[in-house]
C-alpha cells in the first residue's frame, strides 16, 4: 500500500512538472513581440541623415523611437533611399516607412498613413552667388533640378509647362544641389526645412521667392496592413506632442 502511495504520489508531481511546462512554453510564445521592420530614406536632413559620430538621427529617426519606446514597440530600421523604401513597403520586405513622406491622394491608393506629423511646404532655390533668378518666370527655357518622390518634385512637375523649364531628377538631396552649384541646373524645388538646414550647415545655395504651401509627412504602410502599427503611432504621436517630447524633438533639428 505505501509503495502504491508513494507512486501516486510521484505521478502526481511528475504531472504537475509537465503542467507547469507546457504553461511556461505557451507564455514565452505568446510574450515574442514582432519586430517590425521600418524602411527610411538614406539623407533627408534634417529627418534623417548620419551625424560625425555615423549614428543616423533626424526628427523621423527620433520621432520614430520616442513613438516605440512610448507604446513598446520593437523595431529594425532600413536605411535604403526613398524609392527603395516605397518598393520595400509594397513589396512586403518591410512594415512601414518614415521618410518625409508626404500625404497625397495618390499614395493613398497603395499606403494607409498615420495621422500627419509635420506640415512642409515648397521652396525654390539658387546658387548662392546667382542673381539672375528671382521668379518662376526667370526659368524658362532652364533646367531645374528635383528630387525623386518629393513635394518638391510634384510642385516643380505642376507648373514647368507654364514657365517653360525641364526638370532633371536626383535620387538625393546632396547631389542635387551640387547639380546647381556646378551650373548645371538653374534651381531647385525642396522642401523647406531640408533646403534650409542644407543652407544653415553651409551648403552655398539662397531661398528665393516665397514658401509654395505643400503637404503634411505621415508615418506609412501598405495598405490594409498592420493596422496595429498606425494605431500605434498615431497614440505614441499624440502622447510625444501632449508631454513636450515632440516639440522637443523639433527644436533639435530646426533651428528658429
Do not use: W
Not at 194 to 212: H, N, P, R, Y
Request: hydrophobic residues 40%; contains cysteine.
Amino acid at each position: 500500500m505505501k509503495r502504491i502511495a508513494k507512486l501516486g504520489v510521484l505521478l502526481f508531481a511528475v504531472a504537475i512538472i509537465f503542467s507547469l511546462a507546457a504553461c511556461s512554453s505557451g507564455t514565452t510564445k505568446t510574450s515574442d513581440a514582432k519586430t517590425y521592420v521600418i524602411a527610411t530614406d538614406t539623407t533627408f536632413k534634417p529627418f534623417e541623415f548620419e551625424n560625425d559620430k555615423g549614428e543616423r538621427v533626424g526628427i523621423d529617426i527620433d520621432l520614430l523611437a520616442a513613438i516605440a519606446a512610448d507604446q513598446g514597440f520593437k523595431y529594425d530600421l532600413k536605411a535604403v533611399g526613398f524609392d527603395a523604401a516605397l518598393g520595400e513597403v509594397t513589396s512586403g520586405q518591410a512594415d512601414g516607412m518614415i521618410a518625409g513622406m508626404s500625404i497625397t491622394d495618390a499614395r493613398k491608393a497603395t499606403f494607409d498613413f498615420s495621422d500627419p506629423y509635420f506640415d512642409s511646404g515648397v521652396v525654390m532655390a539658387v546658387s548662392s552667388g546667382d542673381n539672375t533668378i528671382n521668379s518662376y518666370a526667370d526659368l524658362s527655357g532652364k533646367k531645374v533640378a528635383v528630387k525623386n518622390g518629393t513635394e518638391g518634385a510634384t510642385f516643380a512637375e505642376s507648373i514647368k509647362a507654364q514657365y517653360g523649364f525641364e526638370t532633371v531628377s536626383f535620387p538625393d538631396s546632396a547631389n542635387m544641389y551640387e547639380d546647381v552649384k556646378a551650373g548645371n541646373s538653374a534651381a531647385l524645388f525642396e522642401d523647406y526645412p531640408v533646403v534650409g538646414d542644407a543652407i544653415a550647415s553651409g551648403v552655398t545655395l539662397k531661398i528665393v521667392g516665397e514658401m509654395q504651401k505643400g503637404s503634411s509627412y505621415g508615418f506609412a504602410v501598405l495598405k490594409g496592413k498592420n493596422p496595429e502599427l498606425i494605431k500605434m503611432f498615431n497614440t505614441g504621436l499624440a502622447n510625444l506632442k501632449a508631454n513636450g517630447e515632440y516639440q522637443r524633438i523639433l527644436d533639435t533639428y530646426i533651428k528658429k
